[in-house]
């Protein structure tokens, strides 16, 4: 009697180690360990808080086929990826977020994006935000970057060099935000 129920607590204990060690939060923010894009399991290689005046606006976190410190590695690769980015405040319009990732875009050092590239991708997200909302930005290289909002596929644009360009928005010589960068290469 004892022994099962020595056993019964240990696979208890088991179970949620292992279930909490499928998961990573940052600031309140909970990715998984791992996950899919077509055939391929990406992992977790960081995430880091965006912070604007004090207040928490987001968690970028950064999917990749194999970990590294090195952004331009991911930038450049062409395979599997992903970016999701996890929104914490109201603060967070569809606005603010077409017009910060378009800055990013004129800011970035990587790829390259057209200026009719940016537009239509940026016309994707044609959904209000709101804290508790979910990006994610997936790479594939047959089909180049998809969107998807709360699950919902908006679309997407073609092309690594595109890629490039906005993943360099986080990951580049000119990062929108250093410390966020540092995060998501898993350096903090």
Do not use: C
Request: charged share 25%; hydrophobic share 40%; net charge positive.
């Amino acid at each position: 009697m004892k022994s099962k129920f020595l056993l019964s607590i240990l696979t208890v204990l088991f179970l949620s180690v292992n279930s909490s060690a499928q998961e990573v939060t940052v600031a309140g923010a909970t990715f998984p360990t791992k996950f899919k894009i077509s055939n391929q399991v990406v992992e977790y290689n960081g995430a880091g808080l965006r912070q604007k005046y004090f207040f928490d606006l987001y968690v970028a976190a950064l999917y990749v086929p194999a970990r590294t410190n090195n952004a331009q590695t991911i930038i450049d690769q062409n395979k599997e990826s992903a970016i999701r980015l996890k929104i914490l405040s109201n603060k967070v319009t569809r606005e603010k977020f077409v017009e910060t990732v378009k800055d990013g875009f004129a800011t970035s050092s990587e790829g390259k994006a057209t200026p009719s590239e940016i537009e239509a991708f940026m016309k994707l997200f044609n959904v209000e935000f709101s804290e508790g909302d979910e990006v994610i930005l997936l790479y594939k290289p047959e089909s180049g970057v998809e969107v998807y909002f709360n699950g919902k596929h908006l679309g997407g644009t073609k092309g690594l060099e595109f890629k490039k360009a906005l993943y360099g928005i986080w990951l580049g010589k000119t990062p929108a935000d250093e410390a966020v960068k540092k995060a998501m290469l898993g350096k903090v």
